[in-house]
């Protein structure tokens, strides 16, 4: 038997001979119209709704009302006043309004069409509301940016290649750098501002090379100084004050090698005494090397830009440095 349809959509053919050839044709034309780029309501209605807006669209579900059973699995179009029935081939394409999702029809069910998308982990770069360029792969444009946890903990991690490369936050200014925290260079954990444009300053930093935390006005830090010797500890600036304890496993911390003293290290060098216990001797501008202060006890005094540390007990001393000003 001769196929009068074509085989996607059921277009009618206009048969050799045929009368009223332009009945045949407008059909054509209505089906077209009416079953091209669908956007369906529901895609497994049981029922015909009783008064449907033109151009509503809704597929007939596996198991419908009895008098739709011979409808299951089509597509309904209401237009002219009339129901167009399609049946889908595989491929077809129909937009959810629902989901506002594609679904394509594989020949049993209809599935979401955007399953075959490209595996996010491969994308070269990502701009979500945003442009992204090779320089800046991941560009975001958001009021926020929630990283939510999967499970209990979460960490967002800022990976650099060396100990000598950057790993960091920066804050900034209608796109002007104002603000950084985070690993610059060798310095350890930094916190540094950028106000003028052009010249950034530590504010403050915890060195890699030694525990304690530096700032302008404030540093602090742990130094080691060997039994019978000495360590030069670079001041922050050429004045200020500087706190000095021994810390002991017994008696800790060790307050009779303690004391507060006001230093220049600069052009004029000097070491006053503010307060001081009995085993911390200020030697001021003397050259220490080991064997100058009294046996048992703490030496400080001054150099061109440094104190010096000098250890006269039998053993390794740990001393907590603070400076301010």
Request: glycine content about 10%; charged content about 15%; aromatic content about 8%.
């Amino acid at each position: 038997m001769p196929t009068y349809t074509t085989e996607k959509f059921q277009l009618p053919y206009m048969a050799p001979s045929q009368a009223s050839k332009h009945i045949t044709h407008n059909e054509a034309l209505q089906r077209l119209d009416t079953g091209l780029y669908l956007a369906v309501s529901d895609f497994a209605t049981t029922q015909i709704p009783i008064e449907p807006d033109d151009g509503l669209a809704i597929i007939i579900g596996e198991t419908p009302d009895p008098h739709l059973t011979q409808r299951a699995g089509q597509i309904a179009v209401f237009q002219d006043g009339t129901w167009v029935w399609f049946t889908p081939a595989p491929g077809w394409v129909i937009w959810s309004l629902s989901e506002a999702r594609l679904r394509v029809f594989d020949g049993l069910n209809w599935v979401f069409g955007d399953h075959g998308a490209p595996v996010l982990d491969e994308l070269p770069q990502l701009g979500l509301n945003a442009t992204a360029s090779e320089a800046q792969r991941l560009a975001i444009s958001s009021e926020t940016t929630l990283f939510n946890h999967d499970g209990t903990d979460h960490r967002l991690n800022i990976n650099r290649a060396t100990a000598g490369d950057t790993a960091s936050l920066v804050l900034q200014t209608g796109f002007t750098g104002q603000a950084e925290i985070g690993l610059s260079g060798s310095e350890g954990l930094a916190v540094k501002t950028n106000m003028d444009g052009s010249e950034w300053t530590t504010r403050l930093s915890c060195p890699d090379d030694t525990p304690g935390v530096s700032a302008p006005a404030f540093r602090s830090r742990r130094i080691v100084v060997q039994a019978d010797g000495t360590a030069v500890v670079p001041t922050p600036g050429h004045g200020g004050l500087v706190a000095i304890t021994l810390i002991s496993e017994v008696g800790y911390p060790r307050s009779s090698h303690s004391g507060i003293f006001v230093y220049d290290t600069g052009l004029s060098l000097k070491l006053i005494t503010l307060a001081a216990l009995d085993d911390i001797e200020n030697h001021d501008t003397m050259a220490l090397t080991g064997t100058v202060s009294t046996p048992d006890r703490t030496g400080l005094a001054v150099q061109s830009g440094a104190l010096v540390l000098e250890n006269r007990t039998t053993v390794p001393r740990d001393y907590s440095v603070t400076f301010i000003g």
